[in-house]
Protein backbone atom coordinates (compact mmCIF):
# COMPACT_ATOMS: atom_id res chain seq x y z
CA UNK A 1 0.00 0.00 0.00
CA UNK A 2 1.16 3.32 -0.39
CA UNK A 3 1.81 5.65 2.36
CA UNK A 4 -1.22 7.54 2.72
CA UNK A 5 -3.36 4.48 2.48
CA UNK A 6 -1.84 2.92 5.03
CA UNK A 7 -1.97 5.69 7.00
CA UNK A 8 -5.97 5.98 6.62
CA UNK A 9 -6.24 2.16 7.22
CA UNK A 10 -4.65 2.83 10.66
CA UNK A 11 -6.78 5.77 11.97
CA UNK A 12 -10.27 3.19 11.60
CA UNK A 13 -10.89 2.58 14.66
CA UNK A 14 -12.56 -0.89 15.84
CA UNK A 15 -13.07 0.81 19.49
CA UNK A 16 -15.12 3.81 17.74
CA UNK A 17 -17.11 1.19 15.72
CA UNK A 18 -17.78 -0.68 19.07
CA UNK A 19 -19.19 2.13 20.57
CA UNK A 20 -21.76 2.77 17.77
CA UNK A 21 -22.49 -1.03 17.59
CA UNK A 22 -23.39 -0.48 21.19
CA UNK A 23 -25.20 2.76 20.92
CA UNK A 24 -27.57 1.57 18.15
CA UNK A 25 -28.42 -1.67 19.46
CA UNK A 26 -29.97 0.64 22.51
CA UNK A 27 -32.61 1.26 20.59
CA UNK A 28 -33.78 -2.03 20.52
CA UNK A 29 -35.50 -4.02 18.10
CA UNK A 30 -35.11 -2.19 15.05
CA UNK A 31 -38.56 -3.35 12.57
CA UNK A 32 -38.88 -1.64 9.59
CA UNK A 33 -41.13 1.35 10.26
CA UNK A 34 -41.74 1.47 13.61
CA UNK A 35 -40.39 3.92 16.45
CA UNK A 36 -36.84 2.14 16.96
CA UNK A 37 -35.78 1.89 13.39
CA UNK A 38 -36.83 5.42 13.42
CA UNK A 39 -34.94 6.63 16.30
CA UNK A 40 -32.05 5.27 15.04
CA UNK A 41 -32.09 6.62 12.06
CA UNK A 42 -32.28 9.91 13.29
CA UNK A 43 -29.27 9.59 15.61
CA UNK A 44 -27.17 8.12 12.83
CA UNK A 45 -28.04 11.28 10.73
CA UNK A 46 -26.81 13.77 13.51
CA UNK A 47 -23.73 11.73 13.54
CA UNK A 48 -22.95 12.20 9.80
CA UNK A 49 -23.80 15.88 10.29
CA UNK A 50 -21.48 16.39 13.09
CA UNK A 51 -18.88 15.48 10.58
CA UNK A 52 -19.82 18.33 8.45
CA UNK A 53 -21.87 16.15 5.47
CA UNK A 54 -24.66 17.86 3.66
CA UNK A 55 -27.33 15.12 4.94
CA UNK A 56 -30.71 13.97 3.92
CA UNK A 57 -33.53 11.26 5.78
CA UNK A 58 -35.58 10.23 2.80
CA UNK A 59 -38.84 8.51 4.02
CA UNK A 60 -40.12 5.74 1.74
CA UNK A 61 -43.20 3.81 2.66
CA UNK A 62 -43.64 0.36 3.95
CA UNK A 63 -45.41 -2.35 5.43
CA UNK A 64 -44.79 -2.04 9.23
CA UNK A 65 -45.05 -4.93 11.60
CA UNK A 66 -44.82 -5.12 15.36
CA UNK A 67 -45.09 -8.20 17.80
CA UNK A 68 -46.38 -6.96 21.10
CA UNK A 69 -46.67 -10.55 22.64
CA UNK A 70 -45.95 -13.75 21.70
CA UNK A 71 -46.70 -17.58 23.72
CA UNK A 72 -46.66 -20.92 23.25
CA UNK A 73 -47.76 -23.78 25.52
CA UNK A 74 -48.13 -26.98 25.72
CA UNK A 75 -51.27 -28.09 27.37
CA UNK A 76 -51.66 -31.64 26.86
CA UNK A 77 -50.78 -34.62 28.65
CA UNK A 78 -48.23 -31.96 30.26
CA UNK A 79 -48.41 -28.57 31.14
CA UNK A 80 -45.69 -25.87 30.18
CA UNK A 81 -44.17 -22.78 28.49
CA UNK A 82 -41.98 -22.89 25.17
CA UNK A 83 -39.69 -20.00 24.52
CA UNK A 84 -40.98 -19.21 20.91
CA UNK A 85 -40.46 -16.09 18.48
CA UNK A 86 -43.00 -14.61 16.38
CA UNK A 87 -42.65 -14.49 12.48
CA UNK A 88 -43.03 -11.00 10.82
CA UNK A 89 -46.04 -10.16 9.80
CA UNK A 90 -47.65 -12.95 11.73
CA UNK A 91 -51.24 -12.06 12.39
CA UNK A 92 -53.18 -11.75 15.98
CA UNK A 93 -54.86 -14.63 17.48
CA UNK A 94 -58.01 -13.77 19.59
CA UNK A 95 -57.26 -13.30 23.09
CA UNK A 96 -58.66 -16.95 23.68
CA UNK A 97 -55.57 -17.51 21.67
CA UNK A 98 -55.83 -20.68 19.52
CA UNK A 99 -56.09 -24.28 20.97
CA UNK A 100 -55.49 -27.47 18.60
CA UNK A 101 -54.12 -30.98 18.52
CA UNK A 102 -50.69 -30.72 17.13
CA UNK A 103 -49.29 -32.63 13.97
CA UNK A 104 -45.69 -33.23 13.28
CA UNK A 105 -45.40 -32.97 9.29
CA UNK A 106 -41.14 -33.12 8.74
CA UNK A 107 -40.16 -30.30 6.03
CA UNK A 108 -44.11 -29.63 5.54
CA UNK A 109 -43.74 -30.12 1.99
CA UNK A 110 -47.00 -31.72 0.33
CA UNK A 111 -45.25 -35.18 0.22
CA UNK A 112 -44.96 -34.86 4.16
CA UNK A 113 -49.35 -34.58 4.49
CA UNK A 114 -49.97 -37.86 3.31
CA UNK A 115 -52.79 -39.55 5.32
CA UNK A 116 -53.02 -36.27 7.43
CA UNK A 117 -56.02 -34.20 8.17
CA UNK A 118 -54.63 -31.12 9.92
CA UNK A 119 -57.38 -28.86 9.43
CA UNK A 120 -58.02 -26.73 12.87
CA UNK A 121 -54.88 -28.16 13.94
CA UNK A 122 -51.59 -26.69 15.06
CA UNK A 123 -48.81 -27.90 12.62
CA UNK A 124 -45.08 -28.64 13.56
CA UNK A 125 -42.63 -28.71 11.25
CA UNK A 126 -38.55 -28.15 10.57
CA UNK A 127 -36.49 -25.62 9.57
CA UNK A 128 -34.69 -26.73 6.41
CA UNK A 129 -32.44 -24.90 4.57
CA UNK A 130 -33.02 -26.78 1.43
CA UNK A 131 -36.35 -24.99 1.69
CA UNK A 132 -37.51 -21.32 2.30
CA UNK A 133 -39.45 -21.79 5.54
CA UNK A 134 -42.24 -19.67 3.83
CA UNK A 135 -43.07 -22.67 1.92
CA UNK A 136 -44.02 -25.05 4.54
CA UNK A 137 -45.95 -22.76 6.34
CA UNK A 138 -48.14 -21.86 3.11
CA UNK A 139 -48.75 -25.37 2.57
CA UNK A 140 -49.91 -25.92 6.09
CA UNK A 141 -52.56 -22.39 5.59
CA UNK A 142 -53.55 -24.05 2.04
CA UNK A 143 -54.40 -27.28 3.99
CA UNK A 144 -56.59 -25.64 6.91
CA UNK A 145 -54.02 -25.63 10.16
CA UNK A 146 -54.59 -23.16 12.65
CA UNK A 147 -51.46 -21.77 13.24
CA UNK A 148 -47.96 -22.97 12.43
CA UNK A 149 -44.86 -23.47 14.42
CA UNK A 150 -41.04 -24.00 12.89
CA UNK A 151 -38.27 -25.59 14.76
CA UNK A 152 -35.07 -24.17 13.72
CA UNK A 153 -32.51 -27.39 13.53
CA UNK A 154 -29.15 -25.60 15.01
CA UNK A 155 -29.04 -26.25 18.51
CA UNK A 156 -29.70 -23.24 21.01
CA UNK A 157 -30.77 -20.95 18.11
CA UNK A 158 -34.46 -19.21 18.17
CA UNK A 159 -34.23 -17.70 14.81
CA UNK A 160 -37.07 -15.60 13.14
CA UNK A 161 -37.41 -14.06 9.35
CA UNK A 162 -40.48 -12.51 8.09
CA UNK A 163 -42.94 -14.46 5.30
CA UNK A 164 -44.72 -12.73 2.62
CA UNK A 165 -46.10 -14.04 -0.64
CA UNK A 166 -48.82 -12.19 -3.05
CA UNK A 167 -49.21 -8.31 -1.07
CA UNK A 168 -51.90 -9.91 1.32
CA UNK A 169 -51.88 -10.37 5.09
CA UNK A 170 -50.68 -13.99 6.31
CA UNK A 171 -53.74 -16.11 7.13
CA UNK A 172 -53.04 -18.03 10.17
CA UNK A 173 -50.20 -17.22 13.29
CA UNK A 174 -46.56 -18.75 12.86
CA UNK A 175 -43.83 -19.13 15.66
CA UNK A 176 -40.27 -20.46 15.96
CA UNK A 177 -39.38 -22.68 18.62
CA UNK A 178 -35.86 -24.22 19.49
CA UNK A 179 -34.43 -27.74 18.82
CA UNK A 180 -33.98 -28.33 22.01
CA UNK A 181 -38.20 -27.60 22.47
CA UNK A 182 -39.09 -29.62 19.44
CA UNK A 183 -37.17 -32.46 20.59
CA UNK A 184 -39.18 -32.62 24.02
CA UNK A 185 -42.33 -32.02 22.48
CA UNK A 186 -41.78 -34.75 19.56
CA UNK A 187 -40.97 -37.29 22.58
CA UNK A 188 -44.25 -36.03 23.82
CA UNK A 189 -45.88 -36.67 20.56
CA UNK A 190 -44.40 -40.35 20.09
CA UNK A 191 -46.19 -41.24 23.46
CA UNK A 192 -49.49 -39.70 22.52
CA UNK A 193 -51.34 -36.37 21.15
CA UNK A 194 -50.47 -33.26 22.01
CA UNK A 195 -52.28 -30.23 22.71
CA UNK A 196 -51.37 -26.94 22.59
CA UNK A 197 -52.11 -23.27 22.72
CA UNK A 198 -51.01 -20.48 20.92
CA UNK A 199 -51.22 -16.48 21.54
CA UNK A 200 -50.27 -13.53 19.18
CA UNK A 201 -50.58 -10.65 19.81
CA UNK A 202 -49.37 -8.13 16.57
CA UNK A 203 -49.77 -4.66 14.86
CA UNK A 204 -49.53 -4.54 11.57
CA UNK A 205 -49.34 -1.00 9.88
CA UNK A 206 -49.40 -1.32 5.67
CA UNK A 207 -48.72 2.57 5.80
CA UNK A 208 -45.20 2.74 7.81
CA UNK A 209 -42.47 5.17 7.05
CA UNK A 210 -38.70 3.86 6.88
CA UNK A 211 -36.24 6.16 6.00
CA UNK A 212 -32.46 5.96 4.33
CA UNK A 213 -30.23 8.22 5.32
CA UNK A 214 -27.81 9.82 2.95
CA UNK A 215 -25.04 11.79 3.67
CA UNK A 216 -22.53 13.69 0.66
CA UNK A 217 -19.10 14.81 0.55
CA UNK A 218 -18.04 16.20 -2.52
CA UNK A 219 -15.10 15.57 -4.39
CA UNK A 220 -12.80 17.95 -5.87
CA UNK A 221 -12.45 16.18 -9.50
CA UNK A 222 -14.95 14.85 -10.52
CA UNK A 223 -18.08 15.94 -7.72
CA UNK A 224 -20.96 14.47 -9.98
CA UNK A 225 -19.48 10.68 -9.85
CA UNK A 226 -20.11 8.76 -6.67
CA UNK A 227 -18.75 6.20 -4.64
CA UNK A 228 -21.13 4.35 -2.09
CA UNK A 229 -20.58 3.19 1.67
CA UNK A 230 -23.73 1.24 2.53
CA UNK A 231 -25.01 -1.04 5.54
CA UNK A 232 -28.68 -1.01 6.77
CA UNK A 233 -29.71 -0.08 10.41
CA UNK A 234 -33.05 -2.03 10.54
CA UNK A 235 -32.59 -5.44 13.22
CA UNK A 236 -34.82 -8.40 13.95
CA UNK A 237 -33.74 -8.36 17.59
CA UNK A 238 -31.35 -6.08 18.81
CA UNK A 239 -29.20 -7.12 15.50
CA UNK A 240 -25.60 -6.32 16.80
CA UNK A 241 -23.44 -8.03 13.50
CA UNK A 242 -26.87 -7.70 11.71
CA UNK A 243 -26.28 -5.23 11.18
CA UNK A 244 -24.89 -2.34 13.53
CA UNK A 245 -21.53 -3.43 12.59
CA UNK A 246 -22.38 -2.00 9.22
CA UNK A 247 -23.80 0.99 10.42
CA UNK A 248 -20.42 1.32 12.55
CA UNK A 249 -18.20 0.77 9.39
CA UNK A 250 -20.43 3.43 7.73
CA UNK A 251 -20.04 6.00 10.34
CA UNK A 252 -16.38 5.24 11.16
CA UNK A 253 -14.94 5.37 7.57
CA UNK A 254 -16.95 8.71 7.29
CA UNK A 255 -15.01 9.65 10.30
CA UNK A 256 -12.02 9.20 8.64
CA UNK A 257 -12.25 9.87 4.87
CA UNK A 258 -14.05 13.48 5.61
CA UNK A 259 -10.14 14.30 6.88
CA UNK A 260 -9.10 13.87 3.26
CA UNK A 261 -9.79 15.43 0.02
CA UNK A 262 -10.65 12.54 -2.50
CA UNK A 263 -11.19 12.90 -6.47
CA UNK A 264 -14.52 11.47 -6.44
CA UNK A 265 -17.71 12.08 -4.30
CA UNK A 266 -18.76 9.81 -1.60
CA UNK A 267 -22.20 8.91 -0.41
CA UNK A 268 -22.62 7.25 3.29
CA UNK A 269 -25.73 5.83 2.98
CA UNK A 270 -26.98 3.79 5.64
CA UNK A 271 -30.72 2.30 4.39
CA UNK A 272 -33.47 1.28 6.43
CA UNK A 273 -36.26 -1.57 5.61
CA UNK A 274 -34.04 -4.51 4.87
CA UNK A 275 -34.87 -7.31 6.40
CA UNK A 276 -38.92 -6.72 5.76
CA UNK A 277 -41.21 -4.03 4.48
CA UNK A 278 -43.56 -5.91 1.82
CA UNK A 279 -45.66 -8.46 1.99
CA UNK A 280 -44.81 -9.61 -1.37
CA UNK A 281 -42.58 -13.00 -2.13
CA UNK A 282 -39.25 -10.67 -1.86
CA UNK A 283 -40.24 -8.76 1.01
CA UNK A 284 -37.00 -7.81 1.98
CA UNK A 285 -34.67 -5.02 0.26
CA UNK A 286 -37.03 -2.15 0.84
CA UNK A 287 -34.43 0.40 1.46
CA UNK A 288 -32.63 -0.33 -1.35
CA UNK A 289 -34.81 -0.65 -3.81
CA UNK A 290 -36.51 2.78 -2.78
CA UNK A 291 -33.01 4.03 -2.93
CA UNK A 292 -32.91 3.10 -6.59
CA UNK A 293 -36.20 4.04 -7.47
CA UNK A 294 -35.59 7.96 -6.33
CA UNK A 295 -32.67 8.10 -8.03
CA UNK A 296 -32.75 5.98 -10.90
CA UNK A 297 -31.70 9.09 -13.01
CA UNK A 298 -28.39 9.03 -10.92
CA UNK A 299 -27.18 5.58 -10.88
CA UNK A 300 -24.85 6.17 -13.73
CA UNK A 301 -23.09 8.00 -11.38
CA UNK A 302 -22.37 5.57 -8.75
CA UNK A 303 -18.72 4.54 -10.08
CA UNK A 304 -18.70 1.57 -7.12
CA UNK A 305 -21.02 0.69 -4.17
CA UNK A 306 -19.69 -1.28 -1.40
CA UNK A 307 -22.08 -2.78 1.44
CA UNK A 308 -21.45 -4.26 4.78
CA UNK A 309 -23.76 -7.11 5.96
CA UNK A 310 -22.69 -9.37 9.18
CA UNK A 311 -19.22 -7.81 9.78
CA UNK A 312 -18.27 -8.91 13.21
CA UNK A 313 -18.78 -12.23 13.55
CA UNK A 314 -18.71 -15.71 11.49
CA UNK A 315 -16.95 -18.33 10.17
CA UNK A 316 -15.40 -17.06 6.37
CA UNK A 317 -14.57 -13.57 5.44
CA UNK A 318 -16.72 -13.12 2.25
CA UNK A 319 -17.12 -10.90 -0.43
CA UNK A 320 -19.73 -10.79 -3.12
CA UNK A 321 -19.37 -8.77 -6.27
CA UNK A 322 -19.84 -8.12 -9.89
CA UNK A 323 -17.82 -9.90 -11.63
CA UNK A 324 -15.56 -6.62 -13.06
CA UNK A 325 -14.67 -5.69 -9.07
CA UNK A 326 -13.58 -8.72 -8.59
CA UNK A 327 -9.56 -8.44 -9.12
CA UNK A 328 -9.65 -5.23 -7.29
CA UNK A 329 -11.23 -6.78 -4.34
CA UNK A 330 -8.99 -9.10 -4.40
CA UNK A 331 -5.70 -7.02 -4.45
CA UNK A 332 -6.99 -5.11 -1.58
CA UNK A 333 -7.48 -8.17 0.68
CA UNK A 334 -4.10 -9.34 -0.22
CA UNK A 335 -2.60 -5.57 0.76
CA UNK A 336 -4.37 -5.45 3.47
CA UNK A 337 -2.54 -9.03 4.65
CA UNK A 338 -6.32 -10.88 5.06
CA UNK A 339 -5.61 -13.72 2.52
CA UNK A 340 -2.31 -14.48 3.33
CA UNK A 341 -3.77 -14.68 7.04
CA UNK A 342 -7.05 -16.12 6.68
CA UNK A 343 -6.36 -18.60 3.21
CA UNK A 344 -9.32 -20.65 2.77
CA UNK A 345 -11.27 -19.07 4.93
CA UNK A 346 -11.57 -15.60 2.79
CA UNK A 347 -13.72 -15.88 -0.47
CA UNK A 348 -13.71 -13.33 -3.20
CA UNK A 349 -16.42 -14.12 -5.69
CA UNK A 350 -18.88 -13.39 -8.46
CA UNK A 351 -21.97 -12.33 -8.66
CA UNK A 352 -23.91 -10.70 -5.41
CA UNK A 353 -26.80 -12.79 -3.97
CA UNK A 354 -30.36 -11.35 -3.55
CA UNK A 355 -30.17 -11.39 0.23
CA UNK A 356 -28.32 -7.81 0.95
CA UNK A 357 -28.45 -4.22 -0.61
CA UNK A 358 -25.38 -4.18 -2.88
CA UNK A 359 -27.83 -6.94 -5.10
CA UNK A 360 -30.37 -4.17 -5.83
CA UNK A 361 -27.80 -1.70 -6.66
CA UNK A 362 -26.27 -4.93 -8.85
CA UNK A 363 -29.14 -5.50 -11.07
CA UNK A 364 -29.30 -2.33 -12.08
CA UNK A 365 -26.29 -1.95 -13.75
CA UNK A 366 -23.88 -0.68 -10.85
CA UNK A 367 -20.50 -2.08 -9.85
CA UNK A 368 -21.29 -3.26 -6.24
CA UNK A 369 -19.66 -5.63 -3.57
CA UNK A 370 -21.09 -6.80 -0.02
CA UNK A 371 -18.44 -7.50 2.46
CA UNK A 372 -19.37 -10.09 5.43
CA UNK A 373 -18.33 -12.75 7.35
CA UNK A 374 -20.44 -15.70 7.34
CA UNK A 375 -22.01 -18.21 8.47
CA UNK A 376 -22.87 -17.01 12.47
CA UNK A 377 -25.20 -19.51 14.30
CA UNK A 378 -27.12 -16.34 16.40
CA UNK A 379 -28.23 -14.84 12.74
CA UNK A 380 -31.26 -12.97 13.27
CA UNK A 381 -31.70 -14.45 16.51
CA UNK A 382 -32.20 -13.09 20.17
CA UNK A 383 -28.50 -13.61 20.70
CA UNK A 384 -27.57 -11.47 18.20
CA UNK A 385 -25.89 -9.35 20.68
CA UNK A 386 -23.07 -6.61 21.54
CA UNK A 387 -21.23 -9.86 23.52
CA UNK A 388 -20.88 -11.82 20.15
CA UNK A 389 -18.67 -9.45 18.13
CA UNK A 390 -15.00 -10.25 17.57
CA UNK A 391 -12.90 -7.47 17.18
CA UNK A 392 -10.38 -8.67 15.39
CA UNK A 393 -13.37 -9.82 12.74
CA UNK A 394 -14.35 -5.98 12.76
CA UNK A 395 -11.16 -4.28 11.91
CA UNK A 396 -10.63 -6.36 9.04
CA UNK A 397 -14.05 -5.51 7.56
CA UNK A 398 -13.76 -1.86 8.12
CA UNK A 399 -10.12 -1.96 6.55
CA UNK A 400 -11.27 -3.88 3.52
CA UNK A 401 -14.36 -1.94 3.03
CA UNK A 402 -12.40 1.77 4.30
CA UNK A 403 -9.72 1.03 1.71
CA UNK A 404 -11.94 -0.07 -1.40
CA UNK A 405 -13.87 2.96 -0.78
CA UNK A 406 -10.73 5.52 -0.82
CA UNK A 407 -9.03 3.89 -3.70
CA UNK A 408 -12.31 3.78 -5.48
CA UNK A 409 -13.02 7.41 -5.04
CA UNK A 410 -9.68 8.19 -5.89
CA UNK A 411 -8.33 6.31 -8.56
CA UNK A 412 -7.15 7.74 -12.26
CA UNK A 413 -8.98 5.13 -14.11
CA UNK A 414 -11.37 2.88 -12.47
CA UNK A 415 -10.51 -0.44 -11.69
CA UNK A 416 -12.45 -2.34 -13.87
CA UNK A 417 -11.50 -5.72 -14.94
CA UNK A 418 -13.67 -6.80 -17.84
CA UNK A 419 -11.22 -9.85 -18.79
CA UNK A 420 -12.04 -11.19 -15.56
CA UNK A 421 -15.68 -10.90 -16.68
CA UNK A 422 -15.34 -12.21 -19.74
CA UNK A 423 -13.41 -15.59 -19.09
CA UNK A 424 -16.16 -15.95 -16.15
CA UNK A 425 -18.84 -15.73 -18.90
CA UNK A 426 -17.12 -18.16 -20.87
CA UNK A 427 -15.93 -20.92 -18.03
CA UNK A 428 -18.06 -20.08 -15.28
CA UNK A 429 -17.03 -20.80 -12.24
CA UNK A 430 -17.45 -23.92 -9.11
CA UNK A 431 -18.96 -21.14 -6.81
CA UNK A 432 -21.68 -22.10 -4.93
CA UNK A 433 -22.59 -18.75 -3.52
CA UNK A 434 -23.68 -17.82 0.23
CA UNK A 435 -26.10 -20.45 0.60
CA UNK A 436 -23.42 -22.91 0.34
CA UNK A 437 -20.76 -20.93 2.88
CA UNK A 438 -24.37 -20.97 5.17
CA UNK A 439 -25.30 -24.31 4.80
CA UNK A 440 -23.57 -26.52 3.04
CA UNK A 441 -24.89 -28.94 0.66
CA UNK A 442 -27.77 -26.53 -0.22
CA UNK A 443 -25.81 -24.48 -2.87
CA UNK A 444 -26.49 -24.24 -6.68
CA UNK A 445 -23.94 -22.87 -8.97
CA UNK A 446 -23.08 -19.27 -9.36
CA UNK A 447 -21.53 -19.03 -12.70
CA UNK A 448 -22.12 -21.90 -15.49
CA UNK A 449 -19.60 -20.89 -18.20
CA UNK A 450 -21.34 -20.42 -21.97
CA UNK A 451 -19.00 -23.07 -23.29
CA UNK A 452 -20.19 -25.85 -20.55
CA UNK A 453 -24.27 -24.38 -20.91
CA UNK A 454 -23.75 -24.72 -25.41
CA UNK A 455 -22.70 -28.50 -23.66
CA UNK A 456 -25.69 -29.39 -21.81
CA UNK A 457 -28.22 -27.44 -24.46
CA UNK A 458 -26.41 -29.63 -27.60
CA UNK A 459 -29.47 -30.45 -29.96
CA UNK A 460 -32.06 -28.09 -28.48
CA UNK A 461 -30.54 -24.82 -28.16
CA UNK A 462 -27.44 -23.31 -30.05
CA UNK A 463 -25.41 -20.61 -28.15
CA UNK A 464 -23.09 -20.64 -30.97
CA UNK A 465 -23.39 -16.96 -31.99
CA UNK A 466 -23.55 -15.85 -28.27
CA UNK A 467 -19.93 -17.60 -27.76
CA UNK A 468 -18.52 -15.92 -30.83
CA UNK A 469 -19.41 -12.77 -28.94
CA UNK A 470 -18.20 -13.82 -25.42
CA UNK A 471 -15.31 -14.43 -26.87
CA UNK A 472 -14.33 -11.13 -28.77
CA UNK A 473 -15.59 -9.65 -25.22
CA UNK A 474 -12.34 -11.45 -24.13
CA UNK A 475 -10.25 -9.97 -26.60
CA UNK A 476 -11.33 -6.72 -26.70
CA UNK A 477 -11.17 -6.49 -23.19
CA UNK A 478 -8.04 -8.24 -23.17
CA UNK A 479 -6.59 -5.81 -25.80
CA UNK A 480 -8.22 -2.17 -23.59
CA UNK A 481 -6.46 -3.35 -20.11
CA UNK A 482 -3.23 -3.22 -21.45
CA UNK A 483 -3.87 0.09 -23.46
CA UNK A 484 -5.12 1.20 -20.13
CA UNK A 485 -2.00 0.84 -17.85
CA UNK A 486 -0.10 3.93 -19.58
CA UNK A 487 -3.47 6.19 -19.58
CA UNK A 488 -2.73 9.83 -18.92
CA UNK A 489 -4.95 11.65 -16.57
CA UNK A 490 -6.02 14.16 -19.01
CA UNK A 491 -8.05 11.26 -20.84
CA UNK A 492 -9.31 9.07 -18.10
CA UNK A 493 -12.81 10.91 -17.48
CA UNK A 494 -13.71 10.24 -20.61
CA UNK A 495 -12.48 6.39 -20.95
CA UNK A 496 -14.20 5.81 -17.00
CA UNK A 497 -17.41 7.11 -18.57
CA UNK A 498 -17.20 4.47 -21.35
CA UNK A 499 -15.91 1.45 -18.61
CA UNK A 500 -19.08 2.93 -16.61
CA UNK A 501 -21.98 2.19 -19.19
CA UNK A 502 -20.10 -1.25 -19.84
CA UNK A 503 -20.70 -2.27 -16.59
CA UNK A 504 -23.91 -0.90 -16.88
CA UNK A 505 -24.95 -2.98 -20.00
CA UNK A 506 -23.72 -6.31 -18.61
CA UNK A 507 -24.46 -6.26 -14.96
CA UNK A 508 -28.06 -5.15 -15.68
CA UNK A 509 -28.23 -7.30 -18.63
CA UNK A 510 -26.13 -10.61 -16.69
CA UNK A 511 -26.76 -10.59 -12.74
CA UNK A 512 -30.02 -11.73 -11.30
CA UNK A 513 -32.05 -14.83 -9.67
CA UNK A 514 -34.34 -17.10 -12.12
CA UNK A 515 -37.13 -19.62 -11.64
CA UNK A 516 -36.17 -22.50 -9.74
CA UNK A 517 -32.98 -20.54 -8.08
CA UNK A 518 -34.73 -17.80 -7.15
CA UNK A 519 -33.03 -17.31 -4.16
CA UNK A 520 -29.55 -17.77 -5.58
CA UNK A 521 -27.35 -15.47 -6.94
CA UNK A 522 -26.68 -16.41 -10.68
CA UNK A 523 -24.60 -15.02 -13.36
CA UNK A 524 -26.67 -15.60 -16.51
CA UNK A 525 -29.56 -16.74 -14.75
CA UNK A 526 -32.03 -17.27 -17.91
CA UNK A 527 -29.77 -19.04 -19.60
CA UNK A 528 -29.76 -21.46 -16.55
CA UNK A 529 -33.27 -22.69 -17.50
CA UNK A 530 -30.66 -25.06 -19.51
CA UNK A 531 -30.78 -27.08 -15.90
CA UNK A 532 -34.33 -27.64 -16.14
CA UNK A 533 -34.33 -28.40 -19.83
CA UNK A 534 -32.10 -30.99 -19.65
CA UNK A 535 -33.48 -32.87 -16.49
CA UNK A 536 -36.99 -32.22 -18.94
CA UNK A 537 -35.64 -33.61 -22.26
CA UNK A 538 -34.16 -36.82 -19.80
CA UNK A 539 -37.59 -37.43 -18.39
CA UNK A 540 -39.25 -37.74 -21.64
CA UNK A 541 -36.91 -39.77 -23.46
CA UNK A 542 -37.25 -42.41 -19.99
CA UNK A 543 -41.20 -41.83 -20.66
CA UNK A 544 -40.60 -42.88 -24.13
CA UNK A 545 -39.37 -46.28 -23.37
CA UNK A 546 -43.01 -46.80 -20.66
CA UNK A 547 -45.68 -49.02 -22.96
CA UNK A 548 -48.50 -46.73 -21.84
CA UNK A 549 -46.92 -43.54 -23.36
CA UNK A 550 -48.25 -44.16 -26.76
CA UNK A 551 -51.48 -44.80 -26.85
CA UNK A 552 -54.36 -42.27 -25.54
CA UNK A 553 -57.01 -44.91 -24.02
CA UNK A 554 -60.59 -43.42 -22.69
CA UNK A 555 -59.96 -46.47 -19.83
CA UNK A 556 -56.36 -45.03 -19.25
CA UNK A 557 -55.34 -48.02 -16.91
CA UNK A 558 -56.58 -51.12 -19.53
CA UNK A 559 -57.30 -52.30 -23.04
CA UNK A 560 -59.21 -55.26 -24.04
CA UNK A 561 -57.82 -57.87 -26.12
CA UNK A 562 -59.97 -60.41 -27.17
CA UNK A 563 -62.29 -60.33 -23.86
CA UNK A 564 -59.39 -59.90 -21.49
CA UNK A 565 -58.36 -56.58 -19.70
CA UNK A 566 -54.71 -56.18 -20.65
CA UNK A 567 -53.17 -54.12 -17.54
CA UNK A 568 -50.60 -50.88 -18.50
CA UNK A 569 -49.23 -47.88 -17.12
CA UNK A 570 -50.68 -44.86 -19.22
CA UNK A 571 -48.00 -42.07 -19.42
CA UNK A 572 -49.43 -40.67 -22.34
CA UNK A 573 -50.73 -37.45 -21.19
CA UNK A 574 -47.88 -36.99 -18.24
CA UNK A 575 -45.53 -37.14 -21.51
CA UNK A 576 -47.60 -34.74 -23.86
CA UNK A 577 -47.30 -32.19 -20.85
CA UNK A 578 -42.91 -32.60 -20.38
CA UNK A 579 -42.99 -32.06 -24.38
CA UNK A 580 -45.01 -28.47 -23.96
CA UNK A 581 -42.60 -27.77 -21.28
CA UNK A 582 -39.51 -28.15 -22.74
CA UNK A 583 -40.72 -26.71 -26.08
CA UNK A 584 -41.35 -23.43 -23.79
CA UNK A 585 -38.26 -23.73 -22.01
CA UNK A 586 -36.41 -23.96 -25.63
CA UNK A 587 -38.37 -21.11 -26.33
CA UNK A 588 -37.47 -19.28 -23.37
CA UNK A 589 -33.25 -20.33 -23.53
CA UNK A 590 -33.29 -19.20 -27.32
CA UNK A 591 -35.24 -15.50 -26.44
CA UNK A 592 -32.69 -14.92 -23.45
CA UNK A 593 -29.51 -16.24 -25.48
CA UNK A 594 -31.24 -13.48 -27.97
CA UNK A 595 -30.66 -10.96 -24.79
CA UNK A 596 -27.60 -11.82 -24.02
CA UNK A 597 -25.81 -11.74 -27.11
CA UNK A 598 -26.97 -7.98 -27.52
CA UNK A 599 -25.82 -7.29 -24.07
CA UNK A 600 -22.30 -8.27 -25.19
CA UNK A 601 -22.65 -6.77 -28.73
CA UNK A 602 -23.09 -3.38 -26.89
CA UNK A 603 -20.30 -3.78 -24.54
CA UNK A 604 -17.99 -4.94 -27.48
CA UNK A 605 -19.32 -1.96 -29.19
CA UNK A 606 -18.21 0.89 -25.99
CA UNK A 607 -14.82 -1.22 -25.45
CA UNK A 608 -14.21 -0.60 -29.25
CA UNK A 609 -15.24 3.01 -28.84
CA UNK A 610 -12.24 3.39 -25.60
CA UNK A 611 -10.07 1.41 -27.62
CA UNK A 612 -11.00 3.95 -30.57
CA UNK A 613 -10.26 7.19 -28.33
CA UNK A 614 -6.48 5.41 -26.84
CA UNK A 615 -5.45 4.87 -30.55
CA UNK A 616 -6.05 8.57 -31.21
CA UNK A 617 -4.57 9.75 -28.65
Not at 442 to 456: D, F, H, Y
Not at 566 to 577: A, R, T
Request: proline share 4%.
Amino acid sequence: MKELESRIVSEFSVENALNIVKHITGFGERICGTREEQEASRWVASQLEGLGLEVSMEPFKVVSWRCRHGELRVVRPEEFEVGCSVVGYSPSTSEDGIRGELVFVRDGLDRDYAGLDVRGKVVLALWNDLYWAAHPYWVAAKRGASAFIIAYTSPGILRTEAFGLNGRPLPIPTLTITWEDYERIKALMERGPVTVEVFVDAELNPSGTSYNVVGKLPGKERPDRYVVACGHVDSWFYGANDDACAVAAVLEMARVLTQYRHRRSLIFLVTGSEEAGSLNWFYYLQGSNAYVKAHSAELHTIVGLFNGELLGKGEKFHVEATPELVPFLKRNAEDLGILARLGGRAVVRCPPCDEQDAYTFAVEGVPSCCVSWTPYEEYHSPSDTVDIIEPDKLATSVRMLGLSVYRMANAVVLPYDFTHYARTLLEGNMDKGMAELASPGTGVRTAKGLRELQELASGMVSLDGLISKAERFLELSGRLSKRLEAVREEEAEDLNDILRRVSTVLNSGLIGAWGHYGFSEMLLPGLRAIDDMVQISRAVEALRKVYGSFVDCMLKSSIEVLGRKVLYVDVYEELSSLEEKLELLKTRVAHEALSVAEALRDANSLIGEALSRLERC
